[in-house]
Every structure is written in C-alpha cells, then in structure tokens.
C-alpha cells in the first residue's frame, strides 16, 4: 500500500479528519512529507488514553470546551 501525503500512515487522519488529545490539542505533522501525525508519532501522545484519533469519524465527538483564557 503506497504512502500517501497529507495522509497519517499510522491512523489515517488527514488536515479534515485530524486527532484530538486535550492536553497537545490537534495533530500536527511530525515529517515534512505529512504521512505521520503527532498523535501517532510522540509516544506520550499515542499510548495516552485520551487520544482520540479521527474525530470526525466519532459520530458525537465535539471538541472540550476551552477552560483557560
Ligand atoms: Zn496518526
Ligand atoms: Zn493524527
């Protein structure tokens, strides 16, 4: 299966479909070619259970309310 940019190799995210994990925020690219993501890449980020991967494949996911100005 080729690699494709913009595409997370480990979970499939994209820029449209990123992970969320409420302490790092957003995933971001970890390599210059995009094709893995933070969440996927730091280990703290991907053995946390709070990791959500894809959240908009998780039909009621809505993103935490911001607490701290
Ligand atoms: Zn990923
Ligand atoms: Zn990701």
Redesign the pocket.
């Known amino acids: 299966m080729p690699i494709t940019k913009e595409v ?6 994209t820029n449209n479909n990123p ?1 969320y994990h409420p302490k790092y925020g957003f ?1 971001w690219w970890e390599d210059s070619e995009h094709t ?6 730091k280990k703290e980020i991907k053995n946390s259970k709070h990791t959500q ?1 894809r959240v908009n494949d998780i039909p009621d996911w809505q993103p935490p309310e911001e607490t701290q100005a």
């Not at 997370?8 to 995210?13: A, L, M, P, Q, Y």
């Open positions: 997370c190799r480990k979970c499939g995210c992970c995933c893995i993501c933070s969440h996927c890449a991967h």
